[in-house]
């Protein structure tokens, strides 16, 4: 199915990982967020939970793992083009976890990486709602 003009939403899963107060970040390449920085993702696959594949694209988009420590929130992701169609449509289920392994390796899917503080992100082109996910994946690791 094409991710332009879908006839349903995309469920798709992000990870948030912290090491040592810094956030991963990686810059996408495809719209609607291509040169923006944003948390590693993607659409969930057939038979896969979401922590299984925001852990699975996490690994293939950076060469990184982690641990899931909880559920820190959603995100949709709904564009609609001149005539008020529908030309994408996604849920993001966020996650939060902590760094095991693994520095960080670009990929065709996120050619920078960078690891960031995110109360210091000034003027790095961000996808929209980062900011909400960032504050509520640091709550979510500062009780657990």
Request: proline letters at 7%; hydrophobic letters at 45%.
């Amino acid at each position: 199915m094409s991710r332009l003009y879908p006839d349903r939403p995309f469920l798709a899963a992000s990870i948030a990982v912290f090491r040592e107060g810094k956030v991963l970040l990686g810059a996408r390449t495809a719209p609607p967020a291509a040169n923006v920085f944003s948390l590693p993702g993607g659409v969930v696959e057939t038979g896969e939970t979401l922590e299984e594949a925001a852990l699975r694209e996490l690994q293939e988009e950076t060469g990184v793992t982690a641990r899931i420590v909880g559920f820190a929130g959603h995100t949709e992701v709904l564009q609609r083009d001149d005539d008020g169609r529908v030309r994408r449509h996604f849920v993001v289920a966020s996650f939060a976890a902590h760094w095991l392994a693994g520095e960080g390796a670009p990929s065709a899917e996120a050619p920078q990486l960078i690891w960031a503080d995110p109360a210091a992100l000034g003027d790095l082109p961000v996808t929209p709602g980062l900011m909400r996910i960032l504050k509520l994946a640091r709550n979510v690791m500062d009780n657990a």
